[in-house]
T-cell receptor, first 111, second 116 residues
Framework: DQQVKQNSPSLSVQEGRISILNCDYTNSMFDYFLWYKKYPAEGPTFLISISSIKDKNEDGRFTVFLNKSAKHLSLHIVPSQPGDSAVYFCAATSGTYKYIFGTGTRLKVLA | GAGVSQSPSNKVTEKGKDVELRCDPISGHTALYWYRQSLGQGLEFLIY????????KSGLPSDRFSAERTGGSVSTLTIQRTQQEDSAVYLC??????????????FGPGTRLLVL
C-alpha cells in the first residue's frame, strides 16, 4: 500500500520552460513534505520542503505547492535547465524522522 | 566537509552468504538512518539511530537484518543468509539530532547489492 505516489515515471521538458512534477498521498496525518533530487550514482539531495500549514513555498527557481484537500503536492521548476535533469522524489512525514518516499520521477530537460 | 559516505559502492554476493554494509555519517550528526530502494519502489525506511541506540527498528524486514552503530559515528548494516529479494540499493542518511520535523537528512551515495 503506497502512501506516497508519483504516477509519472518520467517527464521531458524543453530548456527554459516550466517543469511540473506531481505527487499524491493518502495519509491525512502527513504534515510535512519534502522534495529530493537524485543524480546517477549519488544519494538524494534535499531540495525544498513545505509544512502543512502552508500552501506554497518558494526557493529560487523551485516552488512547491500543497493542496491538502486533494492530498496533492507539486514541484514547479521555472525556468528549467539541463542541469535539472535528475530523478525527483517526493517524501512525506507525520511529524517524525520516518520519511515515506514516492517512487520518483525522472526529469529530462532538453537543450 | 565530507558528506555521508558508504562502502562498498557495489556488492555482488551469492544467496545464503552474509554481507556487511558500512556508513560514515557527516561529522557531528548524531542521528543516522538506513533506507533501501528496491527496483521500481520508493525509498523504504529500515532503522533510525540516535547516538549508538536504535529506538526505531520497525522497518527491518526480517530478523536476518541487523544494524549497529559504534562511537556515535560509523554504522554497519548486516544481512545474514542473503536472499534474492534483498537485492536493492541501501542508502544511509544522517542529520543533526532529531528534535523537530524539518531536520534535513543528508544521504550517502548508497550500496547497490545484488544477490545471485
Amino acid at each position: 500500500d503506497q502512501q506516497v505516489k508519483q504516477n509519472s515515471p518520467s517527464l521531458s521538458v524543453q530548456e527554459g520552460r516550466i517543469s511540473i512534477l506531481n505527487c499524491d498521498y493518502t495519509n491525512s496525518m502527513f504534515d510535512y513534505f519534502l522534495w529530493y533530487k537524485k543524480y546517477p550514482a549519488e544519494g538524494p539531495t534535499f531540495l525544498i520542503s513545505i509544512s502543512s500549514i502552508k500552501d506554497k513555498n518558494e526557493d529560487g527557481r523551485f516552488t512547491v505547492f500543497l493542496n491538502k484537500s486533494a492530498k496533492h503536492l507539486s514541484l514547479h521548476i521555472v525556468p528549467s535547465q539541463p542541469g535539472d535533469s535528475a530523478v525527483y522524489f517526493c517524501a512525506a512525514t507525520s511529524g517524525t524522522y520516518k520519511y515515506i518516499f514516492g517512487t520518483g520521477t525522472r526529469l529530462k530537460v532538453l537543450a | 566537509g565530507a558528506g555521508v559516505s558508504q562502502s562498498p559502492s557495489n556488492k555482488v554476493t551469492e544467496k545464503g552468504k552474509d554481507v556487511e554494509l558500512r556508513c560514515d555519517p557527516i561529522s557531528g550528526h548524531t542521528a543516522l538512518y538506513w533506507y533501501r530502494q528496491s527496483l521500481g519502489q520508493g525509498l523504504e525506511f529500515l532503522i533510525y539511530f540516535q547516538g549508538n541506540s536504535a529506538p526505531d527498528k520497525s522497518g527491518l524486514p526480517s530478523d536476518r537484518f541487523s544494524a549497529e552503530r559504534t562511537g556515535g559515528s560509523v554504522s554497519t548494516l548486516t544481512i545474514q543468509r542473503t536472499q534474492q529479494e534483498d537485492s536493492a540499493v541501501y542508502l544511509c542518511a544522517s542529520s543533526l539530532p532529531w528534535n523537530r520535523v524539518g531536520e534535513t537528512q543528508y544521504f550517502g551515495p548508497g550500496t547497490r547489492l545484488l544477490v545471485l
